[in-house]
């Protein structure tokens, strides 16, 4: 089956801890984007990427990190710096330009 | 910088009606215009693309149209039905892919 899988589908963070969420991808996109919902809210871009090699910050990169080492791959790694975790993470992907985009089923982060 | 804007943030229809949710944005250099359903805890499905040359889609019982020299779309939803209760997303591609805070639609049979 063609699509985005996230994992895990509920992650538990402790204070200070640093989780890494994983997005994978086989429909051989090019774009892949990380993106935060937080309850009643719409998403917010955390960051994107366009190439293997390459990503840049979106509108709330501060906490975050992001690789892009292999085309199917674009894990996020939410790190201690950031103050207020807990929220639903969505990963998407797409062709560049003018092509539909894809979401997985989305990562809940609880800080415990 | 790219602002989407979704009206109404909420609706309450009896089962039935048609409806029109609308979606507006600043920015009308865009590559095409996307509108998704989010059902609670879930992730977003892709209901319908409208490419930037494009005046509509139809779906089923959806139709989008864009108007993308006025920074408008419509998503209209004809005969609804409880399944369709959802929160209705709409994003435009330029840059990037940027996002309005939604539409929450609940149709009471």
């Known amino acids: 089956d063609g699509g985005i899988t996230q994992s895990p589908k509920y992650l538990f963070r402790k204070e200070g801890q640093n989780v890494t969420l994983s997005c994978e991808q086989n429909l051989n996109h090019d774009a892949m984007y990380w993106y935060r919902q937080d309850p009643g809210q719409g998403l917010r871009l955390i960051y994107y990427?366009?190439?293997?090699?390459?990503?840049q910050k979106g509108d709330i990169a501060e906490g975050y990190s992001v690789s892009r080492e292999k085309k199917e791959s674009f894990p996020l790694t939410v790190t201690s710096a950031q103050k207020n975790p807990t929220a639903f993470y969505l990963c998407?992907?797409?062709?560049?330009?003018?092509?539909?985009?894809?979401f997985g089923q989305g990562t809940r982060l609880t800080v415990v | 910088k790219q602002e989407v804007t979704q009206i109404p943030a909420a609706l309450s229809v009896p089962e039935g009606e048609n409806l029109v949710l609308n979606c507006s944005f600043t920015d009308s250099a865009i590559y095409n215009l996307q509108w998704f359903r989010q059902d609670p805890g879930k992730g977003l499905t892709s209901l319908l693309l409208i490419q930037s040359s494009q005046r509509e889609q139809t779906s089923g019982r959806l139709n989008a149209s864009l108007d993308k020299s006025s920074g408008r779309s419509t998503l209209y939803i004809a005969a609804s039905q409880p399944g369709d209760s959802a929160t209705y997303l709409c994003?435009?591609?330029?840059?990037?892919?940027?996002f309005g805070e939604g539409t929450q639609l609940t149709v009471n049979p």
């Open positions: 994003a435009v591609r330029g840059s990037r892919l940027t």
């Open positions: 990427s366009q190439i293997v090699n390459d990503f």
């Open positions: 998407a992907s797409s062709n560049t330009g003018d092509t539909e985009a894809f």
